[in-house]
């Protein structure tokens, strides 16, 4: 018999590492530069979220702070009232028995006391059907809560809350609201002019609605018709929310239906996605621009989902979070690359995944194990979607952003304001369908 030499644990990581190279280039973290937490808030960074590995089982992670706990699933940290102000460094590092595999730094920024409390500040939501966890009411509560009074959010659409308005609608890309206007089976049933009918079957198949709030997905906000024809008209969109004005600031969270259904690794991946869905973004982004100079505008990063049970549960054995984990790498990866090309004072990024729980924000469904056994058993019933918990820390995790950069947001309002001429817009002037959509307005300062 011939014997044969244990390997060392160094030579075992490495084959490791090789056998999940065809999914991850190694075992990585994807943590925002920047964390922001705020007196009386509880601040979350979770493994879950911001790691990335096909088997995470396998790692040991630990954070290494001044401040909060390093937990089994998270660090966490509630800042006192004289933390307010402060700024530390925050060490992710993932550990397998043969080592280091892989490490991460963040700045964690402590709000200070604001000083512009009740100064007036719009802000305009832009997402999909993440908004249904109604993170944005948790927002506004908190900014109450603490004394903003003219902290304003608004869009079209009515949340929960009644003074809460947004733009966020199940199903939605960049393009989508830039081109949809669909009429439901109902509208088109009820007219009987045959020209009209035609006019309306020539916008796309009508939509079948079985639920009322189907009604909310038929038109995007941005898009009305003229003379039969669809135009793109962010300045009526304005007029309707905003009575005319920029609004201050505008958050868009989107990129996840994009690219859902995407195979492949990595670098095809990211390729995917810098050629095609980076482009509707940057179209996106300039037509809000061409409409709202004015504004500041910055894109957020998307949550990684569930458990496999989650996924189960909505697509059976169609779809893994596997793969679900590596698109949502890769777009975070090309949303922030997107964000830093721009290299505009006025666009920049808000951390939002790394602070909810997907251990247990998501929606769950107690269920036998089996057939025959009478043991029950709680599982993930929903793949990305979030329910209510989850939508509380994600507010909180905004809210800590802004409590952090809310004097900074309203001194750029008044700066921007005030280089733009002080005066508004008019509405006429705002029209993009009379220009191209890909042609981005010209400013002092812009990056050649």
Known sequence: MTSTKPMDKSSLFVIAAALSSSVFAMPE????EHIYAAP???????????????TPWNFAIQASAEKGKSQVERWTYTPAPGDAGKSFQLVLNAWTDAGLAASATATVHVAAAPTKREARLTLALFSDSLTNCRWQDRLY???????????????ARQSENPKV????????????????????????DNIQDAAEREQMLGLGQPEKIVHAWQRALLRSPLVRLENGKKVVDVGAWKRKVNGGADPDVVLILLGCNSCFSLSGEEAELRRHIAENVMPQAQKFLDTLRAACPTSRYFFMNELKGSSQDGFAANYGAKWNRVQFTKIILALDKEIKAFVDRQADPQVGFVPFAHGIDPDTSFFKKTE????????????DCN?????AVGGLQLGDTVAAWLLNDWDKLVADAAAIEAKFGGEPLKIEDCRVSAMPLNTRVKREGDVK
């Not at 973290?29 to 925002?32: G, K, M």
Request: net charge negative.
């Open 141 to 155: 509560e908190v900014m109450q809560e603490r004394g903003f009074t003219g902290y304003t959010p608004v869009g």
């Open 29 to 32: 973290f994807w943590l925002p």
């Open 368 to 379: 036998p194990i089996n057939a025959h056994s009478k043991e029950k058993r709680t599982r």
């Open 383 to 387: 793949a990305v979607h979030c329910a």
């Open 40 to 54: 009386g808030l509880e601040c979350n960074v979770y493994f879950g979220e911001t790691f990335f590995s096909v």
């Open 165 to 188: 308005m947004y733009d966020g609608y199940g199903g939605y890309t960049f393009n989508t609201f830039l081109e949809r206007y669909r009429f439901s089976d109902e509208e088109v």
